[in-house]
């Protein structure tokens, strides 16, 4: 029987110290999260905050956006974007892998700045767990 | 064209998704994902967001069927779902750790669906382990929420015919209350 990837310590060390390192990228990130398919929290920066809700609410959207996609006929949702009077969110799978990242830029970065940096740390993340 | 939105609720494992997809005359809107937690419930996936789906009833009556995740960490959803429900279909499995504590959990938790409109309960997988009776679940509600008039039913959720006659019992029900003033008024 599989073991959920929030219950493995080598998966957990390995996203919070990718998180660690994503924060030093971009000073702009205030908050990222490593969650499962099914809405479980893996790794948040943060280390303190509280991720078990963010982690739902993002596992939702993150099937929600892929039923739009089925719906519409478009193929895969490759990532979604919420921009916001104080920031934006970015969220896409880890390539590969039943992993979502989900992070919340704040004004300094550009949108596209902010989906760069995720898509590198995805596949970071990808590479880290191949 | 009359129409009804009805949530199916109860927990990880109930058979929610599946008496959607049984009952849908359209493709059903599924939010799966691999399932963390097979050491509790042990199925390959579980809903993370919502199921929906859609059936006639009669030529007129088009009932919207929507399906919750079970699991506590996705209430966010419940709140945003049972907002445009007006009945629902609460379905406990007996091979639940606690197939009575869930049940009432669940009507606690979407209480003002039986005011808006309506609640029936199927109790499923009532073949395949020794659980509570029937009346053990209706003694539960009588004795719990007093008054309450809400039907009880043994169904197995991939059955088409047991699905819809869970339904029409319940959209009869919310129908009649409407009629007599009973229900809708919140």
Known sequence: MSTGLHMKPDVVEAASALLGEMKDAASSLTYGALLTDDGFDVARYPVKADGERFAGMASSMQALSEAVAHELKIGDSEYIIIASGKGHVVQLRVPGKELVLSALFDNDATVGHALATTRQFAQKMADLLR | ?186
């Not at chain 2, 049972?82 to 009945?87: H, I, T, V």
């Not at chain 2, 509600?141 to 006659?165: A, C, S, Y």
């Open chain 2, 1 to 186: 064209m009359a129409e009804h939105v009805i949530l199916f609720t109860g927990p990880m494992g109930a058979g929610k998704t599946t008496a959607i997809q049984s009952l849908s005359e359209i493709e059903v809107v599924r939010t799966e994902a691999t399932n963390s937690e097979r050491h509790i419930v042990d199925k390959a996936t579980t809903t993370v967001a919502l199921d929906y789906g859609e059936i006639l009833v009669g030529a007129q009556e088009k009932v919207r069927l929507y399906g919750i995740p079970g699991q506590r960490r996705f209430n966010f959803m419940w709140t945003i779902l049972k907002k445009r429900a007006k009945g629902m279909v609460l379905l406990v499995n007996t091979d639940a750790p606690d197939p009575i504590g869930e049940l009432l959990f669940f009507l606690k938790e979407f209480r003002e669906l039986y005011d808006k409109g309506g609640v029936v309960v199927g109790v499923t997988r009532a073949d395949l382990v020794e659980g509570p009776s029937l009346a053990e679940f209706s003694d539960a509600l009588e004795r719990t929420n007093p008054g309450l008039v809400i039907p009880v039913f043994t169904v197995d959720p991939r059955k088409h015919h047991q699905m819809q006659n869970l339904l029409l019992t319940l959209v009869v029900n919310i129908e009649m209350r409407a009629a007599f003033g009973m229900a809708g008024a919140r």
